[in-house]
């Protein structure tokens, strides 16, 4: 799809609960960066949207949207996980036995209070508003590229130093990838976000700006599934539960 006017494309990085940090982005329709932040509760994820009204938008939700199965994971993250294991991109699986996705997913929930339409076949274009399940980690594998994904997220065994360099790895992927798009030179937002992971002392202050970072990369696919469409791939389908990735490296980057 070409630029569309007044477009938006949007990204969450949704938490599966109203507890923790949700983060939110959204881009212009030549796709640069207007916001970002974040919010905990459906009400300030929505408020947030409704703050850029469009007709036509497009979106990005790290979160499951559709979850089915009782148990087990779904195809889709087998799929994923075929594709993208190897490099440390597996998907976390989603089933009904977690409380977070009965009676239905947050985001389905959210889609259908912002009139997104989830099913991937109705593809973005004027006057539409879709949304789509994606995965940073295979995302960033394939367009940065990786032979494995940047440790950034905090986990057992990661010290401060070693997250603090994998925050500036990640920040210049970032922008050498996404900058020109998101046009990053130039926000104010952004020159925040980068100082704050140089200066954090603490690996709180890390988390803090995780989940706006990983919403700004989601925008980005967004943008991409309205603009590059044929490099992106739908794993699973929306009766099963889907997950949208750019398309996988055939082999291990050197």
Not at 23 to 39: K, M, N
Not at 137 to 156: R, T, W
């Amino acid at each position: 799809m070409p630029s569309v006017d007044h477009a938006r494309y949007v990204g969450v990085d949704l938490a599966w609960g109203q507890r923790n940090r949700t983060g939110l982005a959204v881009l212009d329709d030549a796709g640069r960066l207007l916001e970002s932040g974040t919010v905990r509760t459906d009400a300030e994820v929505v408020s947030f949207v409704q703050r850029h009204p469009t007709e036509t938008l497009v979106a990005g939700v790290d979160a499951p949207l559709i979850v089915p199965n009782a148990t087990g994971r779904r195809p889709c993250e087998a799929l994923v996980g075929a594709h993208f294991g190897r490099f440390g991109a597996g998907a976390y699986p989603a089933n009904r036995g977690n409380p977070s996705f009965v009676p239905e997913p947050r985001g389905a929930r959210l889609a259908a209070v912002l009139g997104w339409e989830m099913d991937p076949a109705v593809l973005p274009g004027p006057g539409r508003r879709v949304c789509i399940e994606v995965y940073p980690h295979p995302a960033m594998v394939s367009l940065f590229p990786l032979d494995y994904v940047i440790p950034y997220k905090i986990k057992q065994g990661r010290d401060l130093p070693a997250l603090k360099t994998a925050y500036q790895r990640l920040l210049d992927h970032l922008e050498a990838t996404c900058g020109d798009v998101l046009v990053l030179a130039e926000s104010e937002r952004w020159m925040a976000l980068r100082e704050a992971a140089a200066g954090a002392a603490r690996k709180s202050e890390l988390n803090l700006i995780e989940d706006e970072i990983d919403a700004i990369f989601c925008a980005y696919i967004a943008w991409l599934w309205a603009t590059d469409r044929e490099t992106m791939v739908v794993h699973g389908d929306f009766a099963t539960g889907y997950i949208v990735t750019p398309r996988a490296p055939s082999a291990a980057w050197c």
